[in-house]
């Protein structure tokens, strides 16, 4: 006990002496946004930070600093391998680079065509880099622009592609958001591949990565725009527009989006709003190539009616159901025939034969998938609600109409 | 010396506890791939026959500890070998969680840090507890106990609020057959964490004289609780990550708390999760300690057990550090050597020995055992 | 006149002696007191008898008195005459201020003057005056004998007045205790919005009264010691004998008896001898200035120990939870109550986390914060010089002095203080860079959280606590922290007040009690008392079945 005792105040002072190994105070520290990868001629990586300057982002802080600074600084490194280019940061900056908030994984199409495996690898490994970081790729642009691109809602770009994407998912669902744990599973998944967002800069490509971005009407911005669908680690090709939407249809996680549905020979007639949806697959795995049977149930309001019809009339609804299943019927097969056209499994169908059948997937599917999966059959059958038709009745079309035939 | 005393419901505690303390951290029975939860259950069933046998064993010797029955079964000095060789195995065990949790430290908090200095933290506060009594320790679990219910409750709504769980991933079952899941179920799972049940046997003596008759359904009640908890857990981590995520990191539980994200604000919960398992880790490290001191008392004759804690902590930080040169080792130590040759010796061959021993010498032991003998306490 | 007098004196003076040493004799239990102060007096007493014994002869033993007490220039010494067979010289002494004059004129000088042989049916001899006058002549309750000098002098200190009589070896002690005290007032530290508003005060008696005008029960017991070699305190225990349990009450008075010392001027000194443990932060007593929370434990079988001068009265055996009820608790709704139990307890824990979870956070778990948060933070971290544990060190040292100095100044400089405090220390260091707006912050909630726990002893224990658990958090963040938290609980799991555990009904878990711990149950549905302190007599209430009734009537 007196030992103990004696010993007390040794190892106090061993606990102030030796306790700083993992401490960084927070102005030690350099949020890292972005993470940008890119290969250079020689076959090395350019890696690309982008690090957020706190003082210009935090609200309604005038202290110190102040004034006009950037939001954000990039910093550029090239390595043979991730963890070289990360460390080589350090020639640069005289803070730690902090990972452990960063929002987005850009891959350049030139890596995402070289193979994606290393940085996935890489990126999955570090304990500090979060799980949720989003990976997208930069097309016709590269990864070092994009992170220099000024983005006037969200300040920091990293910040503003993760939002754009949960409410694009959301809203329009041409998009859906992958993060670095989905793309490692969808690698993994029996015959599943990866699908990454694409991302593009619009407007004014040098402006953009000036501050004067901020202070023009119409800036230079980040957009969306496709999803990049890999086989073996390599990106294979885009699908856009309706096509992407088609993977979202698939896969159930549609939430909400938009469609437009032809009305007595007007292409554009109504507009539907989806509100929510549900899909159900279940696969017959009697013959060699199997046959998938897609469900989908979606559930829908009339947005805008561009065409005199008799809202007013349940027939006519079950006619613009009709003909809304139609229109969401070959949204899904275009998707269909493009990955099978890329002759990549992004959609989940090798996942969900293994589930309906473990056995015969082993034994026959699994090792010519790839010859399997371009002749698949899918029978698609959707079978919409339209359960409102906002505030109004029928369309004053209709009612215009209706004067005129009456006279 | 003063007796301790368990209650039963304290008994049921520790049990949990004890069980939950490592196991929920690192991913059981994971070869199984998306069927590991049944592996868990499996091995929960093997495990409680497990601890019918040592149940069988303590009831007949109601005062004994496991190192003191030894040397009546065996005689003086056969069964202090014996003992000697649990009280290694004690040690061990007690060694090896240390190391799971250090690491899990390591790897997810402290980078930088020295494991020996994480360690040793962790056994100073041990040390400090089991200087108080070991009925504090077991009222500080108590404590733990409400704590852990509260936490796991919490996890339990955000997990389900987040909207993460995909049960496509635990589909299809059995996907690969039952002889994959029979392969990761036996002989690995049924050793941690429920075959280190037989660290009770050191324990049971304590239990409250009044409610001996229940600590039988109690104990198995208690057992089956933590192989649900274990398995429902595991299940969790899987629908989250996926099959392959869930099987190929160190920490399952810690990567699927990480997807937890609640309107931009409930986030980034892992490393409040890692402090919580380290309560979990602390208790369970520190039965394994006290029946490690038990045993040392038991065997050497010594007196004082608050004399014992000091050096046996000392032995437990460096043999926590000695035991693997690197964390993979360890692992894999702990996948493929020690359930065969540590864990099934220990846990199922030795105490079958006892059990038979006895069945063979019951008649002349029974004399020795009614008389109320007091050598060895 | 006087050679007529004296001989009959000296005569009953020899007559008592012997009865007094025979009685000695015989029954010595019977004079033994109860306290050591006066154990030890009697034990000088029989060393020296002849000192101790009252003398017959007046001026003799007012002299001796005043050399006793150093002739004190509070001491009155009031000879005068009555008739009765014959004249008797008698004296009356007391200590101004202490005693009601009003009482000495009216029921003691005034009936005593006025007593004339005339009005006696047979005379009186000498020896039986005093008997006499205790019988007829004064309108007194309390009139005891005092028969050696030493309880003359004690006597005269405790506040009565003392009545010699010329050629009497006892003396009669009169209670006409008074002087002025201060009167019953509002509770200034336990303030409470639905209750009663009447607290204990400086005065033994007044505060017996005050629980014994609750509790109309035969089986209150109210025993009394006397503490300190110097000050002689009036220490009492109260319990109720049906409830409370013996054991407890045997090692209470056991404790008490054991104190050696020279004076007690408050609870906290006592508590401090007699407390269990001595290496711990936390109350080992719960103190209170409210009868009614006296009342309500010890309703639960606890016991109340009061101490002359001071209106905190100790309850014995504390539990932790008990520094977080209030006595409103259970005069508010149930639901209402057990949400404030609840907010209390959580507010202990951010008055002693806080500050350690802030610094635990910024230093070494950044990543736990929402992104948008670190980036408020980090801004506001941009140019402090200190690391986050100096600058939360700072703060809290600045707090502490402000605090203590706010309770030292007169009031007038109070106001002073706290513009100093707010305005110079907070918002000028944070506009000097020197500290972070969001340490600032929360110092703050720290501060406020402390000032809200009931319970002014353990809200001490968190400031204490607060200091290490910040160091421990700078140097292994969480880690550390969660190590010191359990450190910590294992601490107070191995605590216990009087043998009974500190944290009951949490650890060994009580179901039972738990009804009554965080959580208040209806009134309803509390039927038994804490399990363990009270053996017997546990139901506290029967089903109460009114509303049943009811039903069942309307129903018919």
């Known amino acids: 006990m007196k030992l103990l005792k004696s010993c007390l105040p040794l190892s106090l002072c061993l606990l102030f002496l030796t306790g700083c190994w993992d401490q960084n105070e927070l102005d030690e520290l350099s949020i890292v946004m972005g993470i940008g990868i890119n290969l250079d001629k020689k076959g090395d990586l350019i890696v690309t930070y982008q690090v957020v300057n706190p003082t210009e982002v935090a609200p309604g802080i005038t202290g110190a600093g102040g004034g006009k600074q950037p939001v954000f600084t990039v910093y550029e490194t090239t390595g043979r391998n991730l963890m070289e280019a990360t460390r080589k940061a350090s020639k640069q900056t005289s803070r730690r680079l902090f990972f452990a908030h960063a929002r987005m994984l850009v891959f350049s199409e030139k890596i995402a065509k070289d193979s994606i495996y290393q940085a996935v690898d890489m990126i999955s490994r570090d304990p500090e880099v979060r799980s949720t970081i989003q990976v997208v790729v930069a097309r016709d642009t590269t990864p070092s622009k994009l992170l220099r691109t000024f983005t006037a809602i969200d300040k920091v770009t990293s910040d ?4 754009i994407l949960k409410i694009s998912e959301k809203n329009w669902g041409e998009n859906m958001q992958q993060d670095i744990n989905e793309v490692l599973q969808s690698i993994i998944d029996e015959g599943g591949e990866p699908i990454i967002n694409g991302i593009k800069i619009t407007g004014d490509k040098k402006l953009a990565m000036t501050a004067q971005n901020y202070e023009v009407g119409d800036p230079a911005r980040v957009q969306l725009s496709g999803m990049g669908v890999f086989r073996d680690g390599k990106l294979q090709g885009w699908l856009d527009g309706p096509e992407a939407r088609g993977v979202l249809w698939i896969k159930g996680k549609l939430v909400s989006s938009a469609i437009t549905v032809p009305c007595m020979n007007k292409d554009n007639g109504y507009s539907i709003e989806i509100v929510r949806s549900n899909t159900e697959l279940s696969a017959d795995t009697k013959r060699d190539i199997p046959t998938i049977t897609l469900d989908v149930f979606p559930e829908a309001n009339i947005a805008e ?31 269909i025939t493009a990955s099978q056209g890329f002759n990549s499994d992004v959609l989940g169908f090798g996942e969900l034969l293994y589930r309906e059948n473990p056995r015969k997937w082993r034994n026959d599917y699994k090792e010519n998938y790839k010859e399997i999966f371009p002749e698949l059959k899918v029978e698609v059958n959707v079978d919409s609600r339209i359960r409102r038709s906002g505030i109004r009745t029928s369309p004053f079309l209709f009612e215009e109409k209706k004067k005129k035939e009456a006279p | 010396m003063k007796t301790i005393k368990i209650d039963i419901q304290q008994y049921f505690i520790i049990i949990v506890l004890f069980e939950l303390g490592s196991a929920i951290l690192v991913g059981l029975g994971m070869d199984a791939g998306r069927d590991a939860w049944i592996a868990i259950l499996l091995g929960m069933v093997s495990g409680m026959v497990l601890f019918l046998g040592y149940f069988y064993l303590y009831k007949q010797f109601p005062e004994q500890s496991l ?3 030894l040397q009546i079964l065996f005689g003086k000095s056969i069964g202090k070998l014996f003992g000697f060789l649990y009280l290694m195995y004690f040690m061990y065990l007690a060694a090896r969680v240390l190391r799971d949790f250090g690491s899990l430290l390591l790897s997810a908090v402290f980078v930088q840090t020295p494991i020996i200095v994480v360690n040793a933290l962790m056994i100073a506060t041990i040390v400090y507890v089991l200087k108080l009594g070991f009925e504090v320790l077991v009222r500080t679990g108590e404590i733990i106990f409400s704590l852990v219910v509260l936490l796991g409750i919490t996890l339990a709504v955000l997990v389900l609020s987040a909207d993460l769980l995909k049960y496509n991933y635990l589909l299809p079952v059995l996907g690969q057959g039952f002889l994959p899941v029979l392969k990761a179920a036996f002989p690995v799972t049924p050793t941690f964490p429920f075959g280190e049940m037989v660290v009770f046997t050191m324990l049971f003596p304590y239990l409250k004289t009044s409610k001996k008759s229940k600590a039988l359904t109690v104990g198995l009640f208690a057992i089956m609780l933590s192989g649900l908890i274990l398995s429902v857990t595991v299940a969790m981590d899987i629908a989250i990550l996926g099959g392959h995520v869930a099987t190929h990191v160190y920490f399952p539980l810690l990567a699927a708390v990480a997807k937890i994200n609640l309107g931009e604000f409930i986030q980034r919960l892992d490393a409040l999760v890692v402090f919580t398992l380290i ?9 394994l300690f006290y029946v490690a001191v038990k045993a040392t008392q038991d065997i050497f004759g010594v007196k004082e057990e608050k004399k014992l804690i000091g050096p046996i902590g000392i032995v437990l930080i460096l043999s926590s550090i000695v035991i693997a040169a690197n964390y993979v080792e360890h692992i894999k130590e702990g996948l493929s050597i020690v359930p065969h040759f540590i864990h099934i010796p220990f846990q199922v061959v030795l105490p079958s020995l006892f059990i038979i021993v006895f069945l063979l010498r019951r008649k002349k032991l029974k004399s020795f055992a009614s008389s109320p003998s007091t050598s060895t306490e | 006149m006087r050679n007529r007098r004296k001989r009959p004196i000296i005569r009953t003076h020899k007559k008592l002696t012997d009865m007094l040493a025979d009685k000695k004799h015989d029954d010595p239990s019977s004079l033994r007191s109860k306290t050591i102060s006066m154990e030890t007096s009697k034990r000088k007493e029989t060393a020296e008898t002849v000192v101790g014994e009252l003398s017959p002869i007046l001026h003799v033993m007012v002299d001796r008195v005043k050399t006793l007490l150093g002739d004190p220039m509070d001491l009155i010494v009031r000879e005068f005459e009555f008739e009765l067979e014959q004249k008797v010289t008698a004296t009356l002494l007391f200590l101004e201020e202490m005693n009601d004059p009003q009482i000495l004129n009216e029921f003691i000088l005034s009936p005593l003057m006025s007593l004339s042989s005339h009005k006696q049916s047979s005379p009186v001899p000498v020896d039986h005056v005093l008997h006499y006058i205790k019988q007829n002549a004064l309108a007194l309750g309390r009139v005891l004998d005092v028969e050696t000098e030493d309880e003359l002098v004690e006597a005269l200190l405790a506040g009565f007045s003392v009545l010699l ?29 639905r209750g009663p508003k009447d607290s204990f005060t400086e005065s033994i008696k007044t505060n017996i009264s005050l629980i014994r005008r609750r509790v109309r029960s035969k089986d209150i017991r109210i025993e009394k010691f006397k503490i300190g070699e110097v000050t002689h305190t009036d220490v009492a225990i109260v319990y109720l004998e049906n409830i409370a349990n013996p054991l407890l009450i045997k090692e209470i008075k056991e404790r008490i008896e054991e104190v050696k010392t020279d004076g007690l001027l408050e609870s906290g000194q006592l508590e401090e001898f007699i407390q269990d443990e001595t290496v711990t932060v936390f109350p080992q007593f719960l103190n209170t200035e409210r009868p009614d929370v006296v009342i309500g434990n010890l309703l639960e079988g606890r016991v109340g120990i009061i101490i002359n001068g001071t209106p905190f009265v100790l309850i014995a ?72 544990i100096a600058e939360a060190l700072v703060m809290e040292i600045t707090f502490e002095i ?21 305005l110079v220390l907070g918002q000028a260091a944070v506009q000097a860079g020197l500290v972070s707006p969001a340490m600032v912050i929360v110092v703050g909630i720290t501060a406020v959280a402390s000032f809200a726990i009931p319970s002014f002893a353990v809200a001490t224990s968190a400031r204490l606590l607060r200091f290490p658990l910040m160091l421990v958090s700078s140097v292994f963040g969480f880690y550390g922290l969660t190590l010191a938290l359990i450190v910590i609980i294992a601490h107070l799991t191995s605590l216990r007040s ?12 009580q179901t039972q009690d738990l009804k009554d711990s965080l959580f208040r149950f209806p009134i309803t549905k509390l039927f038994k008392r804490p399990k363990k302190l009270s053996k017997k007599n546990q139901t506290r209430t029967q089903p109460y079945s009114v509303k049943k009734k009811r039903e069942e009537e309307t129903t018919r």
Do not use: W
């Not at chain 3, 609840?342 to 070494?364: D, E, G, K, M, N």
């Not at chain 3, 009087?498 to 878990?509: H, M, N, V």
């Open chain 3, 402 to 422: 402000l605090r203590e100095a706010g309770i030292r100044m007169p009031r007038a400089v109070g106001v002073a203080v706290s513009i100093v405090g707010a």
């Open chain 1, 160 to 163: 503003e592609v993760a939002t």
């Open chain 3, 498 to 509: 009087f043998g009974y555990p500190y944290l009951s009904p949490f650890a060994p878990i």
């Open chain 2, 67 to 69: 190192t003191q029955y």
């Open chain 1, 305 to 335: 009616a561009n065409c005199a019809v008799n809202l007013e009339n349940p027939s006519e609804i079950v006619n613009i159901e009709s003909r809304l299943n139609l229109v969401i019927e070959k949204e899904i097969q275009e998707t």
């Open chain 2, 279 to 287: 309560i979990g880790g602390f208790f369970k490290i520190s039965v």
């Open chain 3, 317 to 388: 055996p504390a539990q932790f939870i008990q520094f977080f009820q209030s006595s409103e608790d259970y005069y508010m709704r149930y639901d209402i109550s057990t949400f404030l139990r609840l907010l209390r307890f959580s507010v202990f824990i951010i008055s002693l986390i806080a500050p350690s979870i802030y610094i635990a956070l910024t230093t070494f778990h950044q990543a736990m914060i929402p992104t948008t948060l670190l980036f408020g933070i980090a801004a506001q971290r941009e140019g402090v010089p200190f690391p986050a």
């Open chain 3, 165 to 193: 009589v010329e050629g009497n070896t006892k003396g009669l002690k009169l209670g006409t205790t008074g002087g002025k005290v201060r009167g019953i007032e509002e509770p200034s530290s336990e303030v409470v919005i």
